[in-house]
T-cell receptor, first 113, second 115 residues
Framework: DAKTTQPTSMDCAEGRAANLPCNHS???????VYWYRQIHSQGPQYIIH???NNETNEMASLIITEDRKSSTLILPHATLRDTAVYYC??????????????FGTGTQLKVEL | ETGVTQSPTHLIKTRGQQVTLRCSSQ?????VSWYQQALGQGPQFIFQ???????GRGNFPPRFSGLQFPNYSSELNVNALELDDSALYLC??????????????FGEGSRLTVL
């Protein structure tokens, strides 16, 4: 699995956009970029994923560079409830329809008033 | 909430003991994965069960074992507990196959403390 590199922590003012970067320079052509977040003492929660194109859903947007070596998760209007650890993961599928997630240490996002 | 439930939520064991953790997968999901999350670290993949068989394993010793039942629920068993086994154990489920989007649905975890 390709490794990912994320900043350890970031701060964001409530109501502003939170832009969380991730480096995955060794990603291979068939690997997807997934983002999960984990609010304190809860299980990780899926946010969004993409392969090549930018993606948007009700929670966030995902911008993947053309060379796919890095990506940015954007929370357009961060709220206090978005305070969490955000994990950028490159996912590998294997035969049989299975998949496993290789988590790093993630980025601790703190949203403040 | 994801519909994945785990029990117990908290438990304390002593070194050398054995523990069984349980997980009920979300309705419609046929695959269960288990992860170990030490304090301050990201979750680490232990293994995955599909059709009642282990079909993927991370870097964990054989004293970590599991089961999946016909209703797709699962158990994680850890024998000969060590202090370093203290962690949050997370269960995640999904539907393998063509419908697999790679999204895992996690439970809230079972926090194990080994004294």
């Amino acid at each position: 699995d390709a490794k990912t590199t994320q900043p350890t922590s970031m701060d964001c003012a409530e109501g502003r956009a939170a832009n969380l970067p991730c480096n995955h320079s060794t990603i291979s052509g068939n690997e997807y970029v997934y983002w999960y977040r984990q609010i304190h003492s809860q299980g990780p929660q899926y946010i969004i994923h993409g392969l090549k194109n930018n993606e948007t859903n009700e929670m966030a947007s995902l911008i993947i560079t053309e060379d796919r070596k890095s990506s940015t998760l954007i929370l357009p209007h961060a709220t206090l409830r978005d305070t969490a650890v955000y994990y950028c993961i490159v996912i590998s599928f294997w035969a049989g329809g299975g998949n496993k997630l290789t988590f790093g240490t993630g980025t601790q996002l703190k949203v403040e008033l | 909430e994801t519909g994945v439930t785990q029990s117990p939520t908290h438990l304390i064991k002593t070194r050398g003991q054995q523990v069984t953790l349980r997980c009920s997968s979300q309705s419609g999901h046929n695959t269960v994965s288990w992860y170990q999350q030490a304090l301050g670290q990201g979750p680490q993949f232990i293994f995955q069960y599909y059709r009642e068989e282990e079909n993927g394993r991370g870097n964990f010793p054989p004293r970590f074992s599991g089961l999946q039942f016909p209703n797709y629920s699962s158990e994680l068993n850890v024998n000969a507990l060590e202090l370093d086994d203290s962690a949050l154990y997370l269960c995640a489920s999904f539907k393998a196959g063509r419908a697999n989007t790679g999204e895992l649905f996690f439970g809230e975890g079972s926090r194990l403390t080994v004294l």
